[in-house]
């Protein structure tokens, strides 16, 4: 039985997701039902009342597809079914009906760039001879040099090392990522069209809509040339112009194609991984028959520095400013060090996350959240023999990879692994000394950093304060000052010292402003 939907407890706005607060499920991380110390879809389910009380709108579950997992999910051997890990298509069922239920709602990751290597179609690809229909789904080409020994271009992977692996019959294949993620070829009909069914598949069920893996990927140039060798071509890169693997104009063709689904299913939506820091490029992916949506990773790049914030704030809005959609925020996601720890880590990283939580929901559009920063969950230094992620084989054990940001959400109790799973050896350790930091413990807390959350969500939810566009306001050196038209002010202070609270009524504090002052690394919204 799929969900309706349109079910009651669900908005008919077919825009639900333009002010959205979307909560993102690393699905490993999230909550373990089965007790094998991975997290998975029953966990999930379980855990969204949870959701439903801190006030997040919608929820983003990463890959939960068949996968050898090479990359953690994002290698999928099959995008039409459910990993034995994670569940089964009637658990996914389940727990979409639940979530509609609770007025939540469901979006997935979807991974058009690339497939597993035991993909049936890399199989095929494998048992097939040079030229052939299979080997013609991916980018498959001769090498260079004598014999062909070196490969086709010059390509890095992003997870270091050469971008192309070479098979026993002397041709090589173009891996963006790892080895065991063959990229795909968009030129290719028979590829867009899969993808095409894929999303009707789970569009069918009800979910609502999709996180598009490396959404400036998919579009190879013609001829696959080399390109300038830069220092950085890792994950965490710009990858701007002259970077040939990524941000070709023919990946809007996918997206127009992908709009095209989308848009025969009404209150669905798409939101894209796309990793070009330029302005004006990353517009084209917000045009009107394109994404709905593309993560704003400015700020989730910039440091605790006020230039560099007001920096973020102004080149996302004029990213969006001339094209339908609105910006999208994010401070943490399952690739980057988390914002507690870039700012700092310790009392002052989560003073100052607490006042970016308040700056990220006071600004307009959408806000993605990353489960845990609802806790203020640090990044956890992980010895080297429990690393899991493929970059910290391929750099050569050089870069320590995105485990640190990956591990368990603690739930309850005083140890590990703190309600997450029943089993203590979970996939990536826990550490002592989080007993302070459950949700359980959080809840009963009003000064904690879930409590701050809960607040923030609910008075975003509720009042009109939070609607229009955002002004920026004088503020004294070293502070951030802006109002929303609908009449929110955010103070946030970086200054060093603190400084008095502007006019107005205090909604919420990041921190104790009863002295008539806002604290340094501190945040405060007021109803002008
Ligand atoms: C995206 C994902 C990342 C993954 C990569 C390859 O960047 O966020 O986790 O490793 O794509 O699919």
């Known amino acids: 039985m799929h969900p309706d939907p349109s079910t009651p407890t669900l908005s008919a706005d077919a825009d639900w997701w333009r002010e959205a607060v979307v909560y993102q499920i690393y699905i490993r991380s999230f909550a373990d039902g089965n007790g094998d110390g991975v997290g998975d879809l029953a966990g999930i389910r379980s855990r969204l009342p949870y959701l439903a009380e ?20 994002y290698d999928v051997a ?66 260079r040099g004598p014999d062909g020994a070196e490969p086709p271009n010059n390509w890095p992977s992003v997870f270091g090392g050469p971008a192309w692996t070479r098979v026993p019959d002397g041709q090589w294949y173009l891996h963006l990522f790892a080895p065991e993620q063959p990229d795909l070829d968009f030129t290719n009909p028979e590829v867009l069209a899969d993808l095409e069914t894929t999303m009707r598949f789970w569009l069918d069920r ?46 809007h063709v996918v997206h127009r194609r992908i709009r095209t689904v989308l848009d025969e299913y009404p209150r669905s ?56 959609a609105p910006a999208c925020w994010v401070l943490s996601n399952h690739d980057r060090s988390r914002h507690v720890s870039r700012y700092g880590g310790g009392p002052v990283g989560l003073r100052r996350a607490r006042a970016a939580a308040l700056l990220q929901l006071a600004l307009p559009g959408a806000a993605y959240l990353y489960n845990g920063d609802e806790l203020g969950l640090p990044d956890v230094d992980l010895p080297d023999e429990v690393l899991q992620d493929p970059v910290w084989e391929r750099s050569g054990r050089t870069q320590r990879g995105r485990d640190a940001c990956r591990v368990p959400v603690p739930w309850s109790g005083s140890e590990p692994p703190y309600g997450f799973s029943s089993r203590r050896d979970t996939w990536l350790p826990m550490p002592e000394g989080w007993a302070g930091l459950t949700a359980e413990v ?47 002010a955010c103070l946030v202070n970086l200054s060093g010292a603190p400084v008095p609270l502007p006019e107005g009524r205090v909604l919420l504090a990041s921190a104790d402003v009863g002295g008539g002052t806002l604290p340094d690394d501190a945040a405060v919204w007021l109803h002008a």
């Open 442 to 488: 959080q809840a009963g807390n009003p000064a904690s950093m879930q409590s701050l959350y809960r607040s923030a969500l609910a008075l975003r939810r509720s009042s009109q304060a939070f609607t229009g566009d955002l002004e920026w306001l004088p503020a004294a050196e070293g502070c951030l000052a802006f109002r929303r038209t609908g009449g929110l």
């Open 54 to 73: 801190l006030g997040v709108d919608a929820v983003w579950i990463t890959p939960f597809y068949p996968s050898p997992m090479a990359d953690h999910g």
């Open 206 to 251: 009800g979910v609502d809509g999709f996180r598009i893996d490396v959404a400036h990927g998919m579009a190879k140039p013609e001829g696959l040339p080399d390109m300038v060798p830069t220092s950085d071509t890792g994950l965490l890169a710009d990858h701007g112009p002259g970077d040939l693997r990524f941000d070709q104009d023919a990946v």
């Open 78 to 143: 099959d995008p039409r079914d459910v990993e034995p890990v994670f569940g089964d298509l009637a658990g996914f069922d389940a727990l979409l009906a639940d979530a509609h239920l609770l007025g939540l709602r469901v979006t997935i990751d979807l991974v058009p760039n690339h497939t597993s290597d035991h993909h049936e179609w890399f199989r095929a690809a494998l048992a097939s001879p040079p030229g052939s229909a299979e080997r013609a789904r991916y980018l498959f080409r001769d090498g």
């Open 269 to 324: 939506m798409a939101v894209g991984e796309v990793w070009v820091s330029d302005d004006a490029r990353l517009a084209q992916y917000l045009r009107a028959d394109e994404l709905q949506l593309a993560f704003n990773f400015k700020l989730l790049s910039a440091e605790w520095e006020p230039d560099a914030l007001r920096d973020a704030v102004t080149h996302s809005l004029a990213a969006v400013a001339e094209t339908p």
